[in-house]
């Protein structure tokens, strides 16, 4: 890992017990039980018992949709590029909708490769399409004039020679059941370059099951970007410069949650996604306020939460801002006893890994 493991944390967490692939069956994954109240964990075999758990409660989903954003490119050497588009910065420039002449988009990307890009370098895409790189993006990546002859639209092409984009540490191939697997089945609006991935767990029976046992289910968008990848390398939290999201809170989704605040009704966020979208929204005031927002929000202990009281999350990397997230929730002590009890039961972790219920 490149970044700065926190020295409150004292897990180790063996490479063999990253996830690299999910469970057979979405709702057939391990689930991990946290009790904040009484400072308890428990292990379960099985993600649907979390029916058990959830009762009245207001679930909070992210219906973000991932697109298929990685590319393999070619420089005119030969060497292979990778790319990780960034769809929700391109910018048509010219358009050719009769293919007589090249439709042009600025475009935001990561690139990885053995050498670094330098201005004015031309890469070969799949499909009779080039990458021309300008220099580097605001979000850290960098910006450049993608162009094609054959194809109108930037998006259209992407979905059409794209593939999922795994995080890095699942060392393998994407493979065809990917497509399927690294997408909620509620997934509705296209933007992220990773998956929401607690919602990962959910089958369409299951939210249905929840909902007949008393749960309501509310709705955003977070579209999630390539910063969730990037690792804490500071030792000063306050001196991490935390990537930005945009989201959309529907007006139907304040209205209810700011009823289960008025009620007393428990609102669970499916996912830290969701989390960041809410309570970067609760910053501008309560009660939350329905509309458009950009979530920079670096959440880390000790924070007072505004809107989340439960939380449904998978394990995250030690370097990373969401483990940090979630120890503001649990507490040091209590997410470390959680961590080590998903590693003595046999928990996969990350990803396509197992997942906690903080209650």
């Not at 990780?84 to 090249?102: G, H």
């Not at 929000?297 to 439960?310: A, R, S, T």
């Not at 801002?321 to 507490?331: E, F, R």
Request: charged share 20%; hydrophobic share 40%.
């Amino acid at each position: 890992m490149s970044g700065n493991i926190p020295p409150q944390f004292q897990v180790d967490i063996p490479q063999d017990r990253v996830a690299l692939y999910p469970s057979n069956k979405r709702d057939e994954s391990k689930l991990l039980i946290v009790d904040r109240s009484i400072g308890t964990v428990t292990p379960l075999d099985n993600f649907a018992q979390i029916i058990k758990f959830i009762s009245n409660d207001l679930i909070v989903l992210n219906e973000t949709k991932v697109l298929p954003a990685r590319v393999f490119g070619k420089r005119l050497t030969g060497g292979v590029i990778e790319f990780l588009f960034l769809v929700k910065t391109a910018r048509l420039l010219s358009s050719s909708p009769d293919q007589s002449t090249t439709t042009e988009y600025n475009v935001s990307t990561l690139l990885s490769t053995s050498r670094r890009p330098q201005p004015g370098l031309v890469i070969s895409l799949p499909d009779e399409a080039r990458f021309e790189v300008i220099g580097r993006s605001e979000e850290g990546g960098w910006e450049g004039i993608w162009s094609s002859e054959k194809w109108n639209n930037f998006e259209s092409w992407l979905n059409t020679v794209g593939v999922p984009p795994l995080p890095p540490y699942i060392k393998r191939s994407v493979e065809p059941a990917d497509y399927e697997r690294y997408q909620t089945v509620y997934a509705q609006n296209t933007g992220s370059v990773a998956a929401p991935t607690a919602g990962l767990h959910f089958t369409p029976e299951l939210l249905s099951r929840l909902e007949q046992g008393g749960a309501d289910i509310a709705r955003l968008t977070l579209d999630v970007g390539w910063g969730t990848f990037e690792p804490i390398k500071t030792e000063d939290l306050t001196q991490h410069v935390m990537h930005r999201e945009s989201f959309f809170i529907p007006e139907g989704t304040a209205d209810s949650i700011n009823n289960a605040r008025i009620s007393g009704r428990s609102v669970l966020a499916v996912g830290t996604t969701s989390i960041r979208a809410l309570e970067a929204a609760a910053i501008k005031g309560l009660p939350l306020k329905a509309g458009h927002g950009e979530a920079s929000i670096f959440i880390y202990p000790p924070y007072q939460f505004q809107i989340v009281d439960k939380v449904l999350t998978n394990f995250h990397r030690p370097d990373s801002t969401l483990l940090q997230l979630i120890a503001a929730l649990t507490g040091w002590e209590l997410l470390n006893e959680a961590y080590q009890c998903a590693l003595d039961n046999d928990f996969h972790f990350f990803s396509y890994g197992d997942a906690m219920l903080i209650i």
